[in-house]
């Protein structure tokens, strides 16, 4: 679904966002996000993490600009060590350096159907990777129930609302220790394809 700035005001989105359509295990979404200016010069020439969900876990791990022992490391995180590409990091004297984060900001993710249903299975089945927003077409008789479950997962719904959108419930913000492989993954996504389809994917919100 695209998102035009009226949208995206009633969304909560910054006011220098953009978006690109994605889909993932079947389920189409827009990612709004902002780009990492500084991340994204890391990135020239194609450079790219991979797909490996432990390369993810163990930069998440490293802090970010500060020097670490690797015989600090778990033997589990030693093993991956040299998997991560040379560009991510410096390993010098014994010690490693983390120079990669994440090349967008998620800030929303944001699914469509036309009943509350189907948008609500939709934003649960993409997980609590970055926070989600559900938009169906009307929710009839059971708003109530829509919003009740909306919130039970820390799921945002929307329907329309003249040219914009009306917001019953705000999506929990944050993203949880145990998804941020995950979360950093889908940032390294929507930046290769935004980059790849060109300024015509990613809209901005002024």
């Not at 220098?16 to 020239?44: K, N």
């Not at 670490?68 to 040379?86: C, D, Q, Y």
Request: aromatic fraction near 4%.
């Amino acid at each position: 679904m695209e998102l035009d700035p009226r949208h995206m005001s009633a969304l909560g989105g910054p006011v220098d966002a953009r978006t690109v359509v994605l889909c993932t295990s079947g389920v189409p979404f827009t990612a709004v996000y902002r780009p990492v200016v500084e991340q994204s010069r890391l990135r020239t020439e194609g450079r790219t993490i991979g797909s490996r969900l432990g390369v993810y876990q163990l930069l998440q791990a490293l802090p970010l600009g500060k020097w670490v022992p690797v015989g600090a490391l778990s033997a589990r995180e030693k093993a991956i060590l040299p998997a991560l590409p040379t560009w991510t990091r410096i390993r010098r004297n014994g010690q490693v350096l983390r120079l990669a984060d994440t090349p967008v900001r998620l800030d929303l993710l944001v699914t469509r159907g036309e009943k509350w249903l189907d948008a609500l299975d939709r934003a649960c089945a993409l997980g609590a990777v970055a926070p989600r927003t559900a938009v169906c077409s009307s929710l009839g008789e059971d708003r109530d129930r829509a919003c009740w479950e909306a919130d039970y997962y820390g799921v945002g719904l929307a329907v329309p609302h003249g040219s914009g959108l009306r917001v019953l419930v705000r999506p929990r913000q944050g993203v949880s220790e145990s998804v941020a492989a995950l979360h950093w993954r889908l940032a390294e996504r929507v930046h290769r394809v935004a980059g790849e389809r060109g300024s015509s994917s990613s809209v901005s919100a002024q």
